[in-house]
Nanobody, 124 residues
Framework: QVQVAESGGGLVQAGGSLRLSCAAS????????MGWFRQAPGKEREFVVA????????YYADSVKGRFTISRDNAKNTVYLQMNSLKPEDTAVYYC?????????????????WGQGTQVTVSS
């Protein structure tokens, strides 16, 4: 069993920045690919970004490319999502997920463990 917990959400003005953190349990954290997804009210959960277990490969959704940066610290069992140039359309609950494979995936069904989510609200 892997426990995942996000933190760092909040309210920010358009153009501002936030950094989300995601802590995961488990002795083999570096063997898990990690992903961030988001879900806005009335919409399906959508892929944001993922990072390989080793941290040497990432994959971004086009909507956040150039604005968001994912990173991980395997010594701390933590993944980070730096979000810059935030837009009102980035408003959503952001979820962190762990995949029992080191390889990147982009669909929610490919991830095995999920956090409870953290709210990000961007005001115009």
């Amino acid at each position: 069993q892997v426990q995942v917990a996000e933190s760092g959400g909040g309210l920010v003005q358009a153009g501002g920045s936030l950094r989300l953190s995601c802590a995961a349990s488990g002795r083999t954290f570096s063997s898990y690919a990690m992903g961030w997804f988001r879900q806005a009210p009335g919409k399906e959960r959508e892929f944001v970004v993922a990072i390989r277990g080793s941290g040497d490969s990432t994959y971004y959704a086009d909507s956040v490319k150039g604005r968001f940066t994912i990173s991980r610290d395997n010594a701390k069992n933590t993944v980070y999502l730096q979000m810059n140039s935030l837009k009102p359309e980035d408003t959503a609950v952001y979820y962190c997920a762990a995949r029992l494979s080191p390889l990147i995936a982009g669909r929610p069904v490919e991830y095995d463990y999920w956090g409870q989510g953290t709210q990000v609200t961007v005001s115009s």
